[in-house]
């Protein structure tokens, strides 16, 4: 199946830092990428979807100048997390859909605001 | 707001046996249903899609799709300690011209050797 990678795979920072996380389709291209969040014993809440060339739209409730998404090409998107606070500490995982529709996650970014 | 329901578990069966999750839906018009196995601290990864009512099999999985109930479930046979983990059932549904998923909060399952 088709590999989709994120870096880094773990993260700790202070809080009021920024974060960028990388979302990268290796062997496919992408023009579409999906950005989502999972807190302990929770399920993955869709967060952002990423076009490639064209703004992200944000889910509900998801502040947009705090998650900034850039979708520069068809194998990268970059989600940074600005003024990072210890409540946005969380796992995050982006996915990629190839052309024929299917989705396949990175391997998740465990972030770790302090 | 699309809604899937899981319940959390933890589901506890014996190695061997047989594992019976299930998951309800809200959306009537849903037309496709997928399963992702996710291990702790990693990412989802997909076992099983199905579109039709009726089973579907995968060697040890068997995924059932009931429409008119609006309820879609995963069997596990001859379970096996590597199965425990938490799965997910996945829903797609389409907003502001994307497809996206909405995930059920997973049941935890516990295979006991």
């Known amino acids: 199946g088709a590999v989709v990678s994120q870096h880094p795979s773990r993260v700790i920072c202070k809080s009021g830092t920024s974060v960028k996380i990388e979302c990268r389709s290796l062997?496919?291209?992408?023009?579409?990428m999906f950005w989502y969040r999972q807190f302990p014993k929770q399920s993955l809440m869709l967060m952002a979807t990423?076009?490639?060339?064209?703004?992200?739209?944000?889910e509900q409730g998801v502040e947009k100048d705090k998650f900034l998404i850039n979708h520069a090409s068809l194998t990268l998107s970059t989600l940074t997390v600005t003024s990072a606070h210890p409540e946005d500490s969380s796992f995050y995982i982006c996915?990629?859909?190839?052309?024929?529709?299917?989705?396949?996650f990175g391997p998740g970014t465990r972030l770790t605001v302090l | 707001q699309k809604e899937v329901e899981q319940n959390s578990g933890p589901l506890s069966v014996p190695e061997g046996a047989i594992a019976s999750l299930n998951c309800t839906y809200s959306?009537?018009?849903?037309?496709?249903f997928f399963w992702y196995r996710q291990y702790s601290g990693k990412s989802p990864e997909l076992i099983m899609f199905i579109y039709s009512n009726g089973d579907k099999e995968d060697g040890r999985f068997t995924a059932q799709l009931n429409k008119a109930s609006q309820y879609v479930s995963l069997l596990i046979r001859d379970s096996q300690p590597s199965d425990s983990a938490t799965y997910l059932c996945a829903v797609p549904f389409h907003s502001g011209g994307y497809q996206k998923v909405t995930f059920g909060t997973g049941t935890k399952l516990q295979v006991i050797p």
């Open positions: 062997d496919f291209q992408a023009t579409t």
């Open positions: 990423s076009n490639e060339g064209s703004k992200a739209t944000y």
């Open positions: 959306d009537r018009g849903s037309q496709s």
């Open positions: 996915s990629a859909r190839d052309v024929g529709g299917e989705q396949f």
